[in-house]
C-alpha cells in the first residue's frame, strides 16, 4: 500500500508533502490502471471535484492539469 495519499482538504500528499497527486502517487496510479485509462481519469475526476471544493482559491484550469492533465 503507498504512502503517498491525499491529505485534505490541503491536498497535499502523506508521503512526500507535494501537491497530489505527487510524482511517486502518478506512476503508482498509471502502473495501477495500466489497462483501464478511462477509470483512471474517472478517479481523478471524482478527486479533482472534491479537490475544487477545498482549494477554491486555486485556478480552476491549474487544478484540471495537476489532477488530469498529466494522465494523457
Same mark, same amino acid.
Given at each position: 500500500m503507498t504512502s503517498? !495519499? /491525499?491529505?485534505?482538504? =490541503?491536498?497535499?500528499?502523506?508521503?512526500?508533502?507535494? #501537491?497530489?497527486?505527487? %510524482?511517486?502517487?502518478?506512476?503508482?496510479?498509471?502502473?495501477?490502471?495500466?489497462?483501464?485509462?478511462?477509470? !483512471? /481519469?474517472?478517479?481523478? =475526476?471524482a478527486q479533482l471535484?472534491?479537490?475544487?471544493? #477545498?482549494?477554491?482559491? %486555486?485556478?480552476?484550469?491549474?487544478?484540471?492539469?495537476?489532477?488530469?492533465?498529466?494522465?494523457?
Amino acid at each position: 500500500m503507498t504512502s503517498h !495519499l /491525499a491529505v485534505t482538504p =490541503a491536498w497535499i500528499c502523506a508521503g512526500c508533502g507535494a #501537491d497530489w497527486p505527487c %510524482v511517486t502517487r502518478r506512476r503508482e496510479l498509471r502502473a495501477e490502471y495500466d489497462r483501464a485509462p478511462v477509470s !483512471l /481519469a474517472l478517479y481523478l =475526476a471524482a478527486q479533482l471535484v472534491d479537490a475544487a471544493q #477545498d482549494l477554491a482559491h %486555486v485556478p480552476a484550469g491549474h487544478l484540471h492539469y495537476r489532477f488530469l492533465g498529466w494522465t494523457r
